[in-house]
């Protein structure tokens, strides 16, 4: 009952004090402009609930709470297929790799996959017993999957990631994975662990 206490407050917390501390940077002038323009603010970013970038700092993907998306340059093989079948409004959720690989999911409920994945990942996104909560790809083929129920699993990532999550009092609830061994994971009781190249500005927020 304390732990759920416990998570119940962080969660209010986190949405009470979403927008007030953020930074972003993006490689490309005309993708940070377009993220600026949608986000810019700390009233803009408050409804923010998931951020997705792509390929060299020059795309982006952008869902908010009232389902509203935002988005441009996503990974080839995906663009490639919601213009194939006319359903270039219909994503709820994005996130992709640094080989072009990607997961989505749509307005329908229907999910889609491509890259450089293993026979794993497409066991795990094919699994209609387990709703998905986040996915990540990280460098070799590297991924993760956060799921509704708590349950997590994954190939490849730090082992500092997995010790994290393994030790954790509650379930992870948001994750990313970089190059060079650098990661973020997020818990619902509002604690977190990362190994970021900008951990000083990580600590401030």
């Not at 700390?42 to 060299?56: M, N, P, R």
């Not at 293993?118 to 387990?130: G, H, M, T, V």
């Amino acid at each position: 009952a304390e732990k759920q206490r416990e998570v119940e407050e962080a969660k209010r917390l986190r949405l009470r004090n979403r927008g007030t501390g953020f930074c972003y940077a993006l490689a490309d002038e005309h993708a940070e402009a377009q993220f600026t323009k949608f986000c810019g603010t700390s009233q803009s970013f408050a409804s923010v609930k998931h951020v997705a970038l792509f390929g060299d700092g020059d795309g982006f993907f952008i869902a908010r709470d009232n389902g509203a998306t935002n988005w441009i340059g996503l990974p080839a093989l995906l663009g490639d297929r919601l213009e194939a079948e006319g359903r270039r409004t219909d994503l709820t959720y994005v996130v992709g790799g640094a080989d072009g690989e990607y997961y989505a999911e749509l307005s329908d409920g229907s999910s889609w996959w491509s890259g450089n994945t293993s026979a794993r990942f497409d066991e795990l996104a094919r699994d209609n017993n387990r709703t998905i909560r986040r996915v990540a790809f990280g460098p070799d083929s590297s991924w993760i999957f956060l799921f509704t129920n708590g349950k997590s699993e994954w190939s490849g990532i730090p082992q500092e990631m997995s010790n994290a999550i393994k030790k954790a009092r509650t379930t992870p609830t948001e994750v990313s994975l970089g190059s060079n061994g650098n990661y973020f994971v997020g818990f619902s009781d509002g604690a977190f662990d990362f190994s970021l190249f900008c951990a000083d500005k990580c600590n401030q927020l």
